[in-house]
């Protein structure tokens, strides 16, 4: 089951609300002798994680939940996955003694805390009716959001359901544009993302590159801005670690973006491109202002 992108976070007594886990979705199917880890799609992920496929449990069930790693701070990091030990937070039970999935959501989650489960299983403790405040709470942490889940809802195993919605911190900024990538099927005739950077001490830092949230009016147009300033030498100071076909343009314009966060690596995480701003000058876009180190709301 699929939650629906909710735009703002909300407190209701009708909804129960937990930490949305930035890690690897997986179905477990566990028993006696044995644990199968499946993906979203359907693949067999236990290699990936053995330390999971370990545990067992007394009764064949069905569980479903988010395998994560935490960095030292104890705050879930998706980039931790496969180099440090993972746990299995657990937060719905599909299957024990039958299909359980037409159950309320909560008598499956009082079958749930009734279960002892081995490490590195974790159960997941809602909140009920206060979600705003869970929102801010796991934002100050760095967390990725909270999922609502409607009291009374059934499981619909492949939908995606607005009786889950989740809330995503959303961070916004402002980025340089230093050249573009070559587009690809409808975007051959323009371009397929923007390459962004700040300027730092040294000179202009690559941070990554975005294509979600351009529209065809906007390629277009942009892609006429970006003609004239081509040049041959790259503007950024460090390797450009995507690939693709890529044209460098003089650093002059501006673009205002949204993203989950910063990587590890000093990169933007699933950014999306919102419009090109007039309202500062390039040279002000910068690593101390825009960079991985401030808190952006």
């Known amino acids: 089951m ?92 599909l299957f024990q003694d039958g299909d359980r999935c037409d159950l309320p959501y909560e008598a499956r989650r009082e079958l749930l805390g009734q279960m002892s489960l081995p490490n590195p299983a974790v159960i997941s403790q809602p909140v009920l009716g206060d979600g705003e405040a869970l929102f801010d709470a796991v934002g100050e942490r760095g967390m990725e959001g909270i999922v609502a889940k409607k009291a009374g809802s059934l499981y619909y195993p492949g ?40 300027w730092a001490s040294d000179g202009l830092r690559f941070i990554g590159s975005v294509g979600s949230g351009l529209t065809d009016r906007s390629l277009r147009e942009i892609g006429d801005r970006l003609e004239p300033l081509q040049r041959t030498r790259s503007p950024f100071i460090n390797a450009i670690d995507v690939p693709g076909q890529k044209t460098f343009v003089d650093p002059v314009l501006v673009a205002e973006i949204e993203y989950r966060q910063w990587t590890p690596f000093d990169r933007l995480r699933t950014p999306v491109f919102k419009g090109l701003t007039v309202d500062v000058p390039p040279h002000s876009v910068t690593w101390e202002t825009e960079g991985p180190h401030r808190t952006i709301g």
């Open 2 to 93: 699929l939650a629906t992108a909710w735009e703002r976070a909300f407190s209701d007594p009708g909804w129960w609300f937990e930490v949305k886990w930035d890690g690897y979705r997986t179905l477990a199917y566990c028993g006696p002798g044995r644990t199968e880890l499946r993906s979203r799609r359907g693949n067999d992920v236990a290699y990936r994680f053995p330390e999971v496929a370990a545990m067992r449990v007394e009764a064949n069930v069905v569980l479903d939940g988010e395998i994560v790693a935490f960095d030292d701070g104890g705050t879930p990091s998706f980039f931790l996955l496969g180099q440090r030990p993972a746990n299995f937070i657990v937060f719905d039970l």
């Open 159 to 198: 939908q995606r359901s607005p009786d889950w919605r989740k809330v995503a911190h959303k961070h916004r900024g402002k980025a340089v544009v230093g050249g573009y990538l070559a587009g690809e099927g409808a975007r051959a005739l323009t371009f397929g993302s923007l390459l962004l950077g700040l």
